[in-house]
RNA sequence: GUGGCCGUAGCUCAGUUGGCUAGAGCGCCGGGUUGUGGUCCCGGAGGUCGGGGGUUCGAAACCCCUCGGUCACCCCA
């Protein structure tokens, strides 16, 4: 391949060869840490029983619009579009939606416990922890309306948090009601707003006429005091609803878990009933402090054409996680890559055999290629925050032996293996430092 | 979709009454007598000054458009 030329360089229009708008790369060592969130999830959802539901990046826009037609996911953030053989389909804004799908299309025995790991998309302006593309590992129970769930799904997302080390996350709770008593508050609310916010203007009328709850969490200074006032939707809740919230808190406090009231509390999608809650971080001042939230939604499989079926979910976006992470403690240099790093001062092959030794015995190594000097490859050594460097020198390979120098040694200590001995010895050098404490992201 | 701020080497930035071959630090590569890193010294590579158009004798700097970044609104992970 050789590089093209001066004028068709010119040609090469640089803003198209980038990630698009609002989509981002996770590269080293960045990634490092990415992994240990996912690893993190998926140990704690196979503790908790959940298996793993894999679904594609893209449904029927169908099944997406069933989050509600009034929200924002539905009305202008939607990736959809026609594929050649003119389906209408939509990448996945969401993570509920398409397993509840795939719950009515195979309908496995309940209650049915799955988590995921999956990119989601949506199609508005970035900002700090707001992206196009962006990760969510989430959860969900399906067919099993008892509060005892709601309390184990809820607890499967904090105990992730707090396995990441995040002190600063708080759980905000409510009750959306069931079938019963929320069409009862929503005219309340409705009537109530258009008595008292008359001049709030058209912005305010159109969420009242789309979707009075939309209001409660609007953060227009001018419509608090209305806000404040307005009815709440516990004072509308039925005996059942209230029974199957009031056994959701008792539950969480069983378990230690404190959680806030919050009467306010909207989320975005219209099919959320009964319990409903967001996790949010006070160590983000950023206008996006919420970094996972979830609720029952005891309709949705019913309104997909399957038979009744309650069920409940979060969804953890990793993005923010990692952001609330760097503001907790502060972002703490990369670790190490690897643990050995093979300086080859002999030449022909000598490296890449004991690299490959080092690396069926478990230990992590590297080597510098491209034939360069002892000292070049010294550097790499030192950079690659490996804790041994082992050096392939001829004077010790006379008698069959190679160095092995601690880095992290203040002083440069330096000793001699014999050769066949060598990769034992790091093996047990290594377990000897292993730090016991647990890695935090 | 609306609005504010910003856009100079890989990174962080300097460079204004518009005027010499566009600079620094860090990073990268090499060297400091032929086998050793982290400190220090020397050298080197690396820039369509986001892109296009305009004003001007002359633009990185001024104007317009555009692309991108960032923050906020709407809303959310």
Redesign the pocket.
Known sequence: MSPPADDAR?A?D??VY?????THDVLPPESDRWVHVVATFADRARRFGYGLAVTPIFEHLEVFQRVGAS???VRKEMYEFEDKGGRHLALRP?GTAPVVRAYVQHRPPVPWKVWYLAP?F?Y????????RQ?W?LGAEVIGVDDPEVDVEVIALAHGVYRALGLERVRLLLNSMGDARSRPAYVAALRDYLVRHGAGFGDDFLA?VEQNPL?VL????ADWQDVIERAPQLTEYLSDAAVAHFEAVQRGLASLGIASELTPRL????DYYTATTF??VSDALD????????GGRYDHLAEDMGGPPTPGIGF???I??VLIAADAERGEDAPPPRVEVFVVD?LGGGAATVLVAELREAGVSADRAYGG?????Q??????SGARY?V?L????AEHDAV?V?D??????T?GEVPRREVVGYLRQALERDRRPKSYEI
């Open positions: 010119r090469i640089p803003s980038r990630a698009p708008v609002g929200t924002d996911v969401e989601h949506r508005e302006r970035p900002q700090k922890g707001r992206y962006h969510q969420r939309r969490d609007a953060k227009n909207v989320r975005g999608f967001e996790f950023a206008a996006q402090n919420a970094v996972g939230g969804g953890i976006g993005e923010r001062a360069r000097s002892v000292k070049a010294s550097k790499l050594a030192d950079r460097a050096i020198g001829a004077r010790e160095a120098k880095l992290r040694a203040p002083e440069a330096q």
